[in-house]
């Protein structure tokens, strides 16, 4: 009985359970088989539920970091929209303090803060010939 023991612990893994039923038919080794096979399944049934929650983690990374690249790229046309307003506002400024007539904010529209900004140091340099 130990060298049936033996081949069935050395070999049960070259074999399903249905094999293994019809070469080891006592009761002691179907319970054995029986418990192997559980195990192998819930094995099985562990290794598809972490992949699938790899999956779902993965997915979740990839659209947190779809929302941060979002809120980035937000917050940079924020932060220009906000300068090119500022640089606008200081241009009708400069504008007001030359005199002349002021620009409506409509006029800007299009324009890139490189050029709002040319354009307020033109104004600067207009007001310090003027003094």
Not at 29 to 56: L, V
């Amino acid at each position: 009985m130990l060298d049936r023991w033996l081949y069935w612990l050395l070999h049960a893994h070259q074999y399903d359970a249905k094999k293994l039923g019809s070469l080891f038919p006592q009761p002691e080794f179907q319970r054995a088989t029986d418990s192997i096979d559980r195990i192998a399944k819930k094995t099985e049934d562990k290794a598809m539920y972490d992949t699938r929650e790899k999956a779902i983690r993965d997915q979740q990374w990839i659209l947190n970091a779809a929302r941060r690249e979002g809120r980035e790229e937000g917050r940079e046309e924020g932060e220009i929209k906000g300068r090119k307003e500022g640089e606008i506002k200081l241009i009708q400024t400069l504008q007001e303090i030359l005199g002349g007539p002021v620009s409506d904010a409509a006029v800007f529209h299009g324009r890139s803060l490189e050029q709002l900004r040319a354009m307020t140091e033109e104004l600067r340099k207009k007001i310090q010939r003027r003094t």
